[in-house]
């Protein structure tokens, strides 16, 4: 839905994928539809502007032949139950994807703290809150940090890559400097101006985490 972040998400799943020619990749149908409401604003509201749209889109790919799906929108999955219960496709979760990551870093024992940046309303959600609090103290949410990430969010939806790489990092250094020893980059537009900073070791990156998520589902799709 956010036409960058669509873009890196694709990219990631090429970038990750072992392959030495063409064919080695995986297949792909992309239904991408920068008009769906603003997800997160739908959700501070209560509607459920961005539901049908987004279920017209995944029933779309299933009459396409597709085996299964993936929304690489963090607050999109405030819908993802009703989502996955309307429609036959099989949704892949972006917090299973993260939660196996998380599994896999090398994070000392006793350094569990985790900062979740995201929108506002996936926030509200608790999209990630249900899934983490048990594993990891969250750390507490920062009105500062907040604005700088919807700055750093809404700069990268106006092509303002310059504006949100410098917004990304101050919220994500204010994390660090706040208790934070891991920081999730819950918005899939932050990755795409962090990938290369020297900040970014200290992250974990939702759309690269989903990227593996996905390619692993096709293989067992394939084999089966």
């Not at 064919?23 to 997160?40: G, M, N, T, W």
């Not at 949704?91 to 995201?118: K, N, W, Y």
């Not at 537009?189 to 990938?195: G, N, S």
């Amino acid at each position: 839905m956010g036409p960058l972040a669509t873009v890196d998400f694709l990219y990631q799943i090429i970038a990750a994928t072992p392959a030495g020619c063409d064919q080695d990749h995986i297949p792909l149908i992309v239904h991408q539809v920068p008009q769906i409401a603003d997800r997160s604003q739908a959700i501070l509201e209560g509607t459920d502007l961005p539901f049908m749209p987004m279920l017209e889109g995944l029933r779309r790919l299933s009459a396409a032949g597709c085996d299964f799906a993936t929304i690489p929108c963090n607050s999109a999955h405030h819908w993802y139950e009703r989502l996955s219960n309307e429609q036959p496709l099989k949704i892949l979760h972006i917090v299973d994807s993260v939660v196996m990551a998380l599994e896999q870093c090398a994070v000392a024992p006793g350094c569990r703290t985790l900062a979740v940046l995201g929108t506002r309303g996936l926030h509200y959600s608790g999209v990630y809150r249900r899934r983490l609090q048990d594993l990891y103290t969250l750390s507490p949410d920062s009105e500062a940090v907040q604005c700088l990430v919807d700055g750093a969010v809404h700069a990268v939806k106006a092509g303002q890559l310059e504006r949100g790489t410098l917004l990304a990092e101050q919220a994500v250094s204010q994390s660090l400097e706040g208790g934070a020893d891991i920081v999730l980059l819950a918005c899939t537009e932050l990755p795409l101006v962090l990938r290369d900073r020297p900040i970014m070791p200290a992250c974990i990156d939702s759309t690269a985490t989903l990227a593996l998520l996905s390619i692993e589902e096709s293989r067992r799709a394939s084999i089966s």
